[in-house]
T-cell receptor, first 113, second 113 residues
Protein backbone atom coordinates (compact mmCIF):
# COMPACT_ATOMS: atom_id res chain seq x y z
CA UNK A 1 0.00 0.00 0.00
CA UNK A 2 1.01 3.59 -0.47
CA UNK A 3 2.10 5.84 2.35
CA UNK A 4 3.12 9.46 2.55
CA UNK A 5 5.45 10.98 5.10
CA UNK A 6 6.26 14.58 5.75
CA UNK A 7 8.54 16.20 8.29
CA UNK A 8 9.17 17.94 10.52
CA UNK A 9 5.76 17.88 12.18
CA UNK A 10 6.26 21.22 13.90
CA UNK A 11 8.87 23.94 13.77
CA UNK A 12 9.34 27.46 15.03
CA UNK A 13 11.60 29.62 12.91
CA UNK A 14 12.71 33.25 13.20
CA UNK A 15 11.91 35.75 10.49
CA UNK A 16 14.59 35.72 7.82
CA UNK A 17 15.70 32.15 8.45
CA UNK A 18 15.57 29.41 5.78
CA UNK A 19 12.99 26.65 5.56
CA UNK A 20 12.99 23.09 4.30
CA UNK A 21 9.98 20.78 4.55
CA UNK A 22 10.31 17.34 3.10
CA UNK A 23 7.76 14.87 1.80
CA UNK A 24 8.22 11.34 0.53
CA UNK A 25 5.81 8.79 -0.88
CA UNK A 26 6.23 5.03 -0.72
CA UNK A 27 4.54 2.23 -2.60
CA UNK A 28 3.93 3.96 -5.92
CA UNK A 29 5.84 5.44 -8.83
CA UNK A 30 5.59 8.68 -10.77
CA UNK A 31 3.00 10.23 -8.46
CA UNK A 32 1.66 13.73 -8.83
CA UNK A 33 2.83 15.63 -5.78
CA UNK A 34 1.33 18.70 -4.14
CA UNK A 35 2.09 21.27 -1.46
CA UNK A 36 -0.84 23.06 0.15
CA UNK A 37 -0.91 25.69 2.87
CA UNK A 38 -3.69 26.17 5.36
CA UNK A 39 -3.66 29.43 7.27
CA UNK A 40 -5.38 29.47 10.66
CA UNK A 41 -9.14 29.16 10.25
CA UNK A 42 -8.98 29.16 6.48
CA UNK A 43 -9.22 26.72 3.61
CA UNK A 44 -6.44 25.08 1.64
CA UNK A 45 -4.34 27.02 -0.82
CA UNK A 46 -2.45 25.10 -3.50
CA UNK A 47 1.16 26.27 -3.55
CA UNK A 48 2.93 23.90 -5.94
CA UNK A 49 2.30 20.72 -7.85
CA UNK A 50 4.59 18.41 -9.75
CA UNK A 51 3.84 15.77 -12.37
CA UNK A 52 7.43 14.49 -12.63
CA UNK A 53 11.04 14.92 -11.57
CA UNK A 54 12.13 18.52 -12.01
CA UNK A 55 8.65 19.60 -13.17
CA UNK A 56 7.21 22.15 -10.78
CA UNK A 57 4.17 24.34 -11.29
CA UNK A 58 3.65 27.31 -9.01
CA UNK A 59 0.13 28.45 -8.32
CA UNK A 60 0.77 31.71 -6.52
CA UNK A 61 3.74 34.07 -6.39
CA UNK A 62 5.28 34.00 -2.96
CA UNK A 63 8.31 33.60 -0.81
CA UNK A 64 8.48 29.84 -1.26
CA UNK A 65 9.90 27.39 -3.79
CA UNK A 66 9.57 23.68 -4.39
CA UNK A 67 11.83 21.01 -5.81
CA UNK A 68 11.47 17.39 -6.80
CA UNK A 69 14.92 15.85 -6.86
CA UNK A 70 13.64 12.27 -6.96
CA UNK A 71 10.48 10.61 -8.21
CA UNK A 72 8.86 10.29 -4.80
CA UNK A 73 10.42 13.23 -2.96
CA UNK A 74 9.01 16.73 -2.81
CA UNK A 75 10.68 19.57 -0.91
CA UNK A 76 9.28 22.95 0.06
CA UNK A 77 11.85 25.66 0.73
CA UNK A 78 12.37 29.28 1.52
CA UNK A 79 15.56 31.30 1.68
CA UNK A 80 14.12 33.90 4.08
CA UNK A 81 10.92 33.32 5.99
CA UNK A 82 8.30 36.01 6.53
CA UNK A 83 5.76 36.22 9.34
CA UNK A 84 3.05 35.59 6.75
CA UNK A 85 4.57 32.19 5.94
CA UNK A 86 3.20 30.79 9.20
CA UNK A 87 0.62 28.08 8.72
CA UNK A 88 -0.10 24.40 8.35
CA UNK A 89 1.62 22.86 5.33
CA UNK A 90 0.27 19.72 3.77
CA UNK A 91 1.90 17.45 1.24
CA UNK A 92 -0.28 15.22 -0.92
CA UNK A 93 0.09 12.67 -3.70
CA UNK A 94 -2.19 11.47 -6.45
CA UNK A 95 -2.18 10.12 -9.97
CA UNK A 96 -3.13 7.09 -11.99
CA UNK A 97 -2.33 4.71 -9.15
CA UNK A 98 -4.60 6.59 -6.76
CA UNK A 99 -7.83 6.46 -8.74
CA UNK A 100 -7.77 10.22 -9.36
CA UNK A 101 -7.76 10.81 -5.61
CA UNK A 102 -5.22 12.75 -3.60
CA UNK A 103 -4.00 11.53 -0.24
CA UNK A 104 -2.48 13.75 2.38
CA UNK A 105 0.37 13.58 4.81
CA UNK A 106 -0.05 14.50 8.45
CA UNK A 107 1.03 18.09 7.93
CA UNK A 108 3.73 20.40 9.25
CA UNK A 109 3.00 23.31 11.56
CA UNK A 110 5.25 26.29 10.85
CA UNK A 111 5.34 29.26 13.18
CA UNK A 112 7.50 32.17 12.11
CA UNK A 113 8.42 34.45 15.01
CA UNK B 1 -13.11 26.79 -14.84
CA UNK B 2 -13.87 24.81 -11.73
CA UNK B 3 -15.05 26.06 -8.38
CA UNK B 4 -16.70 24.74 -5.26
CA UNK B 5 -18.80 26.52 -2.66
CA UNK B 6 -19.50 25.21 0.81
CA UNK B 7 -22.61 27.01 1.86
CA UNK B 8 -22.07 26.89 5.63
CA UNK B 9 -18.86 27.75 7.43
CA UNK B 10 -20.18 26.31 10.73
CA UNK B 11 -22.81 23.69 11.47
CA UNK B 12 -23.94 22.59 14.93
CA UNK B 13 -26.00 19.47 15.57
CA UNK B 14 -26.93 17.47 18.63
CA UNK B 15 -25.51 14.00 19.06
CA UNK B 16 -27.81 11.44 17.45
CA UNK B 17 -29.41 13.90 15.01
CA UNK B 18 -28.82 14.02 11.24
CA UNK B 19 -25.93 15.88 9.66
CA UNK B 20 -26.17 17.86 6.42
CA UNK B 21 -23.14 19.69 5.00
CA UNK B 22 -23.85 21.49 1.76
CA UNK B 23 -21.61 21.79 -1.28
CA UNK B 24 -22.23 23.27 -4.72
CA UNK B 25 -19.76 22.96 -7.57
CA UNK B 26 -19.07 24.42 -10.97
CA UNK B 27 -17.23 22.49 -13.64
CA UNK B 28 -17.02 22.69 -17.42
CA UNK B 29 -16.51 18.96 -17.70
CA UNK B 30 -17.71 15.87 -15.90
CA UNK B 31 -16.36 16.41 -12.41
CA UNK B 32 -14.87 14.16 -9.81
CA UNK B 33 -16.10 15.19 -6.38
CA UNK B 34 -14.71 14.39 -2.96
CA UNK B 35 -15.35 14.99 0.70
CA UNK B 36 -12.44 15.08 3.14
CA UNK B 37 -12.45 15.37 6.92
CA UNK B 38 -9.78 17.08 9.00
CA UNK B 39 -9.51 16.62 12.74
CA UNK B 40 -7.56 19.30 14.66
CA UNK B 41 -3.89 19.47 13.77
CA UNK B 42 -4.16 16.50 11.42
CA UNK B 43 -3.96 15.90 7.71
CA UNK B 44 -7.04 15.41 5.55
CA UNK B 45 -8.69 12.01 5.35
CA UNK B 46 -10.82 10.93 2.40
CA UNK B 47 -14.45 10.30 3.37
CA UNK B 48 -15.87 9.47 -0.05
CA UNK B 49 -15.62 10.27 -3.74
CA UNK B 50 -17.83 10.46 -6.81
CA UNK B 51 -16.34 9.63 -10.21
CA UNK B 52 -19.35 9.26 -12.57
CA UNK B 53 -20.55 5.89 -11.32
CA UNK B 54 -23.49 5.66 -8.89
CA UNK B 55 -24.85 9.07 -7.91
CA UNK B 56 -25.30 8.05 -4.28
CA UNK B 57 -21.88 7.48 -2.79
CA UNK B 58 -21.27 5.78 0.53
CA UNK B 59 -18.17 6.57 2.50
CA UNK B 60 -16.51 5.77 5.77
CA UNK B 61 -17.99 6.30 9.24
CA UNK B 62 -21.58 6.23 7.98
CA UNK B 63 -21.33 9.27 5.72
CA UNK B 64 -22.83 9.43 2.26
CA UNK B 65 -23.27 12.03 -0.47
CA UNK B 66 -25.52 12.37 -3.48
CA UNK B 67 -24.38 13.82 -6.80
CA UNK B 68 -27.15 15.94 -8.33
CA UNK B 69 -26.12 17.25 -11.72
CA UNK B 70 -29.25 19.35 -12.21
CA UNK B 71 -28.58 21.18 -8.96
CA UNK B 72 -24.76 21.07 -9.26
CA UNK B 73 -24.68 19.84 -5.68
CA UNK B 74 -22.85 17.19 -3.72
CA UNK B 75 -24.17 17.43 -0.16
CA UNK B 76 -22.74 15.27 2.62
CA UNK B 77 -25.11 13.56 5.04
CA UNK B 78 -25.11 11.23 8.00
CA UNK B 79 -28.23 9.88 9.72
CA UNK B 80 -26.95 10.18 13.28
CA UNK B 81 -24.08 12.36 14.48
CA UNK B 82 -21.45 11.11 16.91
CA UNK B 83 -19.22 13.25 19.08
CA UNK B 84 -16.24 11.93 17.11
CA UNK B 85 -17.64 13.53 13.94
CA UNK B 86 -16.72 16.99 15.22
CA UNK B 87 -14.13 18.20 12.69
CA UNK B 88 -13.72 20.32 9.59
CA UNK B 89 -15.06 19.01 6.32
CA UNK B 90 -13.89 19.96 2.84
CA UNK B 91 -15.67 19.52 -0.47
CA UNK B 92 -13.33 19.15 -3.45
CA UNK B 93 -13.81 19.16 -7.23
CA UNK B 94 -11.46 17.88 -9.87
CA UNK B 95 -11.48 16.81 -13.50
CA UNK B 96 -9.60 13.79 -14.82
CA UNK B 97 -6.29 14.74 -16.33
CA UNK B 98 -6.12 18.28 -14.94
CA UNK B 99 -3.94 17.38 -11.92
CA UNK B 100 -5.77 20.07 -10.00
CA UNK B 101 -8.07 19.75 -7.04
CA UNK B 102 -10.15 22.76 -6.01
CA UNK B 103 -11.05 22.93 -2.33
CA UNK B 104 -13.98 24.61 -0.70
CA UNK B 105 -13.37 26.84 2.31
CA UNK B 106 -14.50 24.16 4.72
CA UNK B 107 -17.39 23.57 7.11
CA UNK B 108 -16.68 23.17 10.80
CA UNK B 109 -19.04 20.64 12.34
CA UNK B 110 -19.78 20.90 16.04
CA UNK B 111 -21.59 18.05 17.78
CA UNK B 112 -23.38 18.91 20.99
CA UNK B 113 -23.87 16.37 23.77
Amino acid sequence: SQTIHQWPATLVQPVGSPLSLECTVEGTSNPNLYWYRQAAGRGLQLLFYSVGIGQISSEVPQNLSASRPQDRQFILSSKKLLLSDSGFYLCAWGGIFSGNTIYFGEGSWLTVV
Amino acid sequence: AQSVTQLDSHVSVSEGTPVLLRCNYSSSYSPSLFWYVQHPNKGLQLLLKYTSAATLVKGINGFEAEFKKSETSFHLTKPSAHMSDAAEYFCVVSTLGTYKYIFGTGTRLKVLA
